[in-house]
């Protein structure tokens, strides 16, 4: 048998009864059916869910680990996400907080191929911050699109990425937006000798994805995006595997609300499955995570500690100017801070009001 | 401009503040920045998320509808979930309650290829209930569930299921489990005449669930199951249109979690993808859905005015013999039931006990 992993459940219960909700999550995640009638030795001693421990962390909250075996799993990624959460993640009153794999779980999968220092290399940038804007409203067309990702790249944005609402639309196919926004780009970089990187958004199925990236590559983009929980963990996985010199940029969209720890889901299993940096709401924005929270995933996102490479945290959603200090002194360097909106605002003085943001973050004094 | 696609989010907010949260998520769901800045005459006409009414349901709930352009969403399932939710399931006190969408998006998605009619017909019960038993636990070679594939067609169960949890594990390979089990359910055929369906659940990325689909095609088997919310909406459907002779049977690991009302998600999304089958948490079961959510659930399945095949309801999750009168009178015959570890626990008796829920179901007086 293969080393067990390991996963910590927040359950709000009676201090009575937890020991029963602990049971029942290691058999609703493992065998799903009584003990009692399991014969077999190998199911009864190796494949049902075994608590490991429970502590109270609040008063009615309590903090359940349970073990399965890692042969239930395999090497899939969405198996993974099934054996760890699937049908428990029926219960309302049940959070996902935290898994252990084991060390050879993690190496197949593999984590960033590229990571923090690969995405600053590819920019120039060996030990500030980055920089990063996104190409909205969509309902653009493609020649809209170009001219914003122009402005950014002439104001010295690192990476210029899609919104994440950009798919392949009628008002801007993916190819069309593709090949204009490479082009502006290329104009930029002869005159001015800013080289900033596209990330096109990917979605579909998998084969479109795929399309969509050879598409991609054949443009001399070296960097896309992905939602893994629209795209399916197991197919954002597989093209990674396939694209070996392709960055993976994660984002969050339908990854918020699953009551899995954001800490676990967006900074520790998008890394593990290879994304090279993660977006995650900032706190203080437009979304409710707390500063802790963010810290944590954050930390998830570099930890040096489990042997991969470590993924770029790329707090946003709501950000300006004048909170990148904050956010450089909170986050350090190890970051990419993403602003949009913000700068949109500022209608025909974008570029200005980019440079401005750029500024901020090149001359940060990092302690 | 084709016809645009309504949702109806439930937020928690104080009166005086609703306005503004509804305005906040028609633009997240949309162009994802602030409306001043926008110049183009389209995406501010057609593209913004529109506030199309705001109703008080509770104290301090409302229900908020906003309209969508169309071409936002294109056709891809994916990028619907992303349009509907996608950053907005990131706020903990929104719940995506209904979404209407326009005809032709309808009959572009397709829905069921098959549905409770030909699943009827597949097994020769025109008019009554169905009966569904799963294979469990995992950990069992597959010679044991096979062994278990044999007790239940010989007890007359209609369709017998892969448990969610088994995948392509070391210990019982998809391949090696397709091949004893549709050996053991051949036997009983020709023995006496039973002629169970099996239904293999598929996992892993679109390519490996596309090689175990061609297997299990191969094998005669017409009827698959599949996690469309670990799968990934777009694949999901993706196997549906390029497998039109098999059904599809739609599992909700993953699904119950992230605020999507489980009526719609399960019951209307899954179907519109193309789920002949819908399996759901019963209320009275090892679940929290309530009888109301599950009535929603079923009669959203089941719903003729849409235009669709409808999708069988399949009420699961800790069910009893002893409970299937009282699920007939509330579903009607409509529906297939699904009993699994409570026949498992009759140990050696597990023939009599499944030929006891086989002969509830088929006595029962349908109203």
Same mark, same amino acid.
């Given at each position: 048998?293969?080393?067990?992993?390991?996963?910590?459940?927040?359950?709000?219960?009676?201090?009575?009864?937890?020991?029963?909700?602990?049971?029942?999550?290691?058999?609703?995640?493992?065998?799903?059916?009584?003990?009692?009638?399991?014969?077999?030795?190998?199911?009864?001693?190796?494949?049902?869910?075994?608590?490991?421990?429970?502590?109270?962390?609040?008063?009615?909250?309590?903090?359940?680990?349970?073990?399965?075996?890692?042969?239930?799993?395999?090497?899939?990624?969405?198996?993974?996400?099934?054996?760890?959460?699937?049908?428990?993640?029926?219960?309302?009153?049940?959070?996902?907080?935290?898994?252990?794999?084991?060390?050879?779980?993690?190496?197949?999968?593999?984590?960033?191929?590229?990571?923090?220092?690969?995405?600053?290399?590819?920019?120039?940038?060996?030990?500030?911050?980055?920089?990063?804007?996104?190409?909205?409203?969509? #309902?653009?067309?493609?020649?809209?699109?170009?001219?914003?990702?122009?402005?950014?790249?002439?104001?010295?944005?690192?990476?210029?990425?899609?919104?994440?609402?950009?798919?392949?639309?009628?008002?801007?196919?993916?190819?069309?937006?593709?090949?204009?926004?490479?082009?502006?780009?290329?104009?930029?970089?002869?005159?001015?000798?800013?080289?900033?990187?596209?990330?096109?958004?990917?979605?579909?199925?998998?084969?479109?994805?795929?399309?969509?990236?050879?598409?991609?590559?054949?443009?001399?983009?070296?960097?896309?995006?992905?939602?893994?929980?629209?795209?399916?963990?197991?197919?954002?996985?597989?093209?990674?595997?396939?694209?070996?010199?392709?960055?993976?940029?994660?984002?969050?969209?339908?990854?918020?609300?699953?009551?899995?720890?954001?800490?676990?889901?967006?900074?520790?299993?998008?890394?593990?499955? #290879?994304?090279?940096?993660?977006?995650?709401?900032?706190?203080?924005?437009?979304? #409710?995570?707390?500063?802790?929270?963010?810290?944590?995933?954050?930390?998830?996102?570099?930890?040096?500690?489990?042997?991969?490479?470590?993924?770029?945290?790329?707090?946003?959603?709501?950000?300006?100017?004048?909170?990148?200090? #904050?956010?450089?002194?909170?986050?350090?360097?190890?970051?990419?801070?993403?602003?949009?909106?913000?700068?949109?605002?500022?209608?025909?003085?974008?570029?200005?009001?980019?440079?401005?943001?750029?500024?901020?973050?090149?001359?940060?004094?990092?302690?």
């Amino acid at each position: 048998m293969r080393a067990r992993l390991e996963a910590t459940y927040l359950v709000r219960s009676d201090a009575r009864d937890v020991e029963e909700r602990a049971r029942a999550i290691a058999v609703e995640q493992s065998v799903e059916m009584p003990i009692a009638p399991i014969a077999d030795d190998f199911v009864r001693s190796q494949i049902v869910g075994r608590v490991e421990g429970i502590s109270e962390r609040q008063d009615r909250l309590f903090e359940i680990r349970i073990s399965l075996a890692a042969e239930t799993v395999g090497r899939d990624p969405g198996q993974l996400l099934n054996m760890l959460f699937g049908n428990t993640s029926l219960h309302e009153d049940v959070e996902l907080a935290d898994v252990a794999l084991p060390t050879d779980l993690m190496e197949d999968l593999g984590g960033p191929r590229h990571g923090l220092h690969e995405l600053r290399r590819r920019v120039g940038a060996p030990a500030r911050a980055l920089t990063s804007s996104p190409l909205k409203p969509q #309902g653009l067309p493609p020649a809209g699109l170009a001219r914003l990702a122009a402005d950014f790249a002439q104001a010295g944005i690192d990476y210029i990425k899609d919104d994440h609402g950009l798919a392949d639309q009628v008002y801007s196919p993916f190819a069309a937006r593709l090949e204009s926004v490479m082009a502006a780009l290329q104009t930029v970089e002869q005159r001015s000798g800013r080289a900033a990187r596209y990330v096109p958004s990917l979605s579909g199925d998998l084969d479109t994805m795929r399309s969509q990236i050879a598409a991609a590559k054949e443009a001399s983009v070296d960097t896309v995006m992905v939602a893994p929980m629209v795209a399916g963990v197991s197919n954002f996985h597989r093209l990674v595997r396939e694209n070996p010199t392709v960055a993976f940029v994660a984002h969050p969209t339908m990854a918020g609300a699953p009551r899995i720890a954001p800490p676990l889901l967006l900074g520790k299993l998008f890394r593990i499955l #290879g994304a090279d940096a993660v977006i995650f709401p900032n706190y203080g924005g437009r979304f #409710g995570y707390s500063p802790d929270i963010c810290r944590a995933l954050a930390r998830a996102a570099l930890d040096e500690r489990d042997g991969l490479r470590p993924a770029v945290p790329v707090p946003a959603g709501g950000m300006r100017t004048d909170r990148v200090a #904050g956010m450089l002194d909170f986050y350090g360097a190890d970051v990419m801070l993403l602003i949009g909106g913000a700068l949109l605002e500022a209608r025909e003085h974008l570029r200005e009001a980019t440079a401005a943001f750029v500024a901020a973050v090149h001359r940060h004094p990092y302690g």
